[in-house]
């Protein structure tokens, strides 16, 4: 069913809310009676953390193909790392917030 209704302009004043206020209630309203948030970032997080792993076996066969100087210092290992466990806490983030949710 549709109501028609006349809508007025504002007879005094400006509105009091400001615009960082406005993104709070927007966010607010998405936020407030779904868990989707939640899922999209437990899904996020599976997928850095399923890439971060597949980059660490692909650093593996690298390294035993090339050998030690292809390797270098490191620096993409850490990122292997950081991946996987960075997506692993997003999952367990997603994952409470879906407990809490309910």
Request: proline residues 2%; neutral net charge.
């Amino acid at each position: 069913t549709e109501v028609l209704v006349q809508h007025a302009e504002r007879e005094h004043g400006d509105s009091k809310h400001s615009p960082m206020r406005l993104i709070n209630l927007m966010f607010d309203l998405i936020t407030c009676m779904t868990t989707t948030p939640l899922r999209l970032l437990s899904i996020i997080g599976f997928s850095m953390a399923l890439l971060g792993g597949i980059f660490a076996i692909l650093l593996i066969v690298l390294r035993l193909i090339f050998g030690a100087t292809w390797a270098g210092d490191g620096t993409f290992v850490l990122f292997a790392v950081l991946f996987v466990f960075t997506g692993g806490q997003f999952m367990g983030m997603g994952l409470l917030g879906e407990y809490l949710g309910r």
